[in-house]
């Protein structure tokens, strides 16, 4: 059907109606209809469009209360009889919906029971060629997750996260950059509510892709691979683990001081300790230490945690004199 079949909107009802048949299928804020979603001109005041709602929900096309549902039916006949949507209606939906968006943001940064509401709307802005500000809708919802899971609603964060990452390998491809930035971002979100093994699977997927189009010894290839072998201790692969961090080791060759080398060394000596294999653990971890020793200090914090490494590893090994010392330099008084 063209657009040449649309049918006219002169009414606020109507006109309101087709604006709130564009959104997703998902409840509407009450907040964000304004007269800045309905189709230009945008000749309408706030109490019109009060009244145009109580016109469409007395006539039963919508329910109205905190939030919005346009009835089903009434969305399927008004985007039939408006395809494809005009593009300046399309724009003004896009453009009211960013701006609100960005204002709720904006207002505070404690939790705001609107901002979840807004999700699934701006996920359907992803996937309508039509609508312009796709780099802008991706970076808003990117700020959206990040804010959900600042204030702990970690599952509306990862749908959000799902969908930028659907967005990207459909927009872009499964391997841009872009998507595998995306899918980090959604396996640490899904490591926080526990989901281990589908974060283990994107790691996986991320660290596959990078190290087929950017070479093994790339840093994001690197970085992608410490992420994977971190996600498999939690699910009881250790060895595979270690195997990952002693190839990270080999591949960076870096030296004995680096940052990278002494992270990577500690999270190696974990998996062996934890595979029983606690000579070679206490071998890196005293190795570990004594670089923080010379680089960092008796009492800096990375040396401390240093210590308590080795001393767990030494009370595994039945050398427990040799660990409570090392703890008695960290705790005197006892």
Partial sequence: MTSSMAVPVRNPADRLLHALAQLSAAPIPRELITPALVAPPRDLSQSAIDRALDQLRRHHLVTARSTVKVHPLARQVVRLMARPA??????????????????????????????????????????????????????????????????GDTDAAVTVLRRILKANELRYSATHPRASRCRRNLAAALQELG?????????????????????????????????HADALPVLGRHRKAAELYRAELETRAQREDHPNTLD????????LHALGRYEEAADLHRAVLTVRRRTRGERHPSTLRARVDLAVTLDALGRTGEAAELRGEDHRST
């Fill in 195 to 227: 989901r281990h093994r589908e974060a283990a699977r994107l790691h996986r997927a991320t660290y596959d892709i990078r190290r087929r189009t950017l070479g093994a010894d790339h840093p994001h290839t690197l970085r992608s691979q410490r992420d």
């Fill in 86 to 151: 005009p593009a300046d209606w399309a724009l003004g939906i896009e453009n009211a919906l960013i701006g609100f968006t960005l204002d709720r943001l904006a207002q505070t940064s404690s939790p705001d029971p609107v901002l979840p509401l807004l999700v699934p709307h701006l996920v359907r802005l992803t996937m309508i060629d039509a609508w312009h500000s796709y780099r802008a809708v991706r970076a808003l919802l990117n700020s959206l997750a990040d804010r959900l899971r600042r204030h």
């Fill in 264 to 271: 990577t060394r500690t999270r190696l000596a974990t998996a």
